[in-house]
Each structure stands twice: as structure tokens, then as C-alpha cells.
Antibody, heavy 118, light 107 residues
């Protein structure tokens, strides 16, 4: 059974940093794209970042230069390092896996809440 | 960047109704279009990939169609558990983008 478990969400002050993690099981990590998608309170879904099976990384414009996606294949874990956090980064952060080439086999984690506030 | 729109933004329907949601991309995305369902307080769930393919384990009452810029998502007979918000997403090019969502609630 595929499972994705996010962790690391917390209350952080503006300008601070935080790393959230997503541990996967039940699949071979390097065969899939791993995504981070966020949802601000009461708002819709927003794609944040993707790491491809080959390790290529992609970001939405609003986090480019502040967030870094990475993975540890030995731990089947993907990370999102978030720096210089802003109030508008407050959201539930979901990780999701998918077949990179056709979008099949798509699974979501349960999400982790990041709150940026003083 | 590709912008996604959905219509309607919300709709009210009854159990057993046929429901159709439209998604439009600001430029052609071929068939790189997915549909997701989200219930309040829950993680999204993937329903459709490649515009018309059901994810494994998803009920056949859900279907998708379209290509290029215009797409439809249909629930042939609404079940009580289908009341939720539905999102489309393009994966043709980065940055990936979601539509704003369509909330389906009980009439």
C-alpha cells in the first residue's frame, strides 16, 4: 500500500526558515515525480514544487529562490526547505507522487500545516 | 504561464443527478489534464489523469473528456459521498496550475 506521511509543519516567524518532510512507502521513490502542493486557509490548491525522477527541480514563481525541494532516496523521503518565509506562505502543505510521464498512480499525503506569523 | 478556469464555481445538485464541470486552459495542454476531488478538512484525491483516464480504484461514474484547451468532468449519477470540491490541473508545462475549483453541494 502506498503511503505518504508529511511532517515538520510548525508556527514560524516571518523571515524564518522551516523544513517539511514527506516519507514515502510502498513504491520505488526514484520512479516517480514528487510534488509539493499547498492550500492556504479557505483557498484552493496551489502547486509549489516538483522533483522529477531524474532529479530535476521546478518551482512556482512566488517561492523561486526561497524554497528548495530535495530528496533522500535511501530514506524514501522528499523535503521542502522553506527560507525567508512570508505570511502568504501560511498553508497546509501536501506532498503527492505521480507517474512523471502520464500522471497515473497519483497519491497524496495527509498534509502538514505551516503557519507564518509573529 | 498557463491559466486554468473552471465553470461553474459552484452548483447545487441532488443525489442521482448528472453533473458536468468545465475546465478551460489559456493555451493548449494536449491531454495533460487531471481532475481531483477534495472534501472539507481532507487531502485531495486523484480521479482522472490524461484528461480521460480513471485512476486505479476510482468509480466509473466519474469520467473526463476533452483535449487542447477545453475539458469536461462528469459524474453520471451523483452519490451522497460525491459532494465535494473538484479541481482540474494542467501538467503540460511548468509552472503547473490548478483551476479555482467547483464546489458541488446538496440542493
Amino acid at each position: 500500500e502506498v503511503q505518504l506521511l508529511e511532517s515538520g509543519g510548525a508556527l514560524v516567524q516571518p523571515g524564518g526558515s522551516l523544513r517539511v518532510s514527506c516519507a514515502g512507502s510502498g513504491f520505488t521513490f526514484t520512479n516517480y515525480a514528487m510534488n509539493w502542493v499547498r492550500q492556504a486557509p479557505g483557498k484552493g490548491l496551489e502547486w509549489v514544487s516538483t522533483i522529477s525522477p531524474s532529479g530535476g527541480t521546478y518551482y512556482t514563481d512566488s517561492v523561486q529562490g526561497r524554497f528548495i525541494i530535495s530528496r533522500d532516496t535511501s530514506k524514501n523521503t522528499v523535503y521542502l526547505q522553506m527560507n525567508n518565509l512570508r505570511a502568504e506562505d501560511t498553508a497546509v502543505y501536501y506532498c503527492a507522487k505521480q507517474n512523471y510521464y502520464d500522471g497515473s498512480d497519483y497519491h497524496w499525503g495527509q498534509g502538514t500545516l505551516v503557519t507564518v506569523s509573529s | 504561464d498557463i491559466q486554468m478556469t473552471q465553470s461553474p464555481s459552484s452548483l447545487s445538485a441532488s443525489v442521482g443527478d448528472r453533473v458536468t464541470i468545465t475546465c478551460r486552459a489559456s493555451q493548449a495542454v494536449s491531454n495533460h489534464l487531471a481532475w481531483f476531488q477534495q472534501k472539507p478538512g481532507k487531502a485531495p484525491k486523484s480521479l482522472i489523469y490524461g484528461a480521460s483516464n480513471l485512476q486505479s480504484g476510482v468509480s466509473s461514474r466519474f469520467s473526463g473528456s476533452g483535449s487542447g484547451t477545453d475539458f469536461n468532468f462528469t459524474i453520471t449519477s451523483l452519490h451522497p459521498e460525491d459532494f465535494a470540491t473538484y479541481y482540474c490541473q494542467q501538467s503540460k508545462s511548468y509552472p503547473l496550475s490548478f483551476g479555482p475549483g467547483t464546489k458541488v453541494d446538496i440542493k
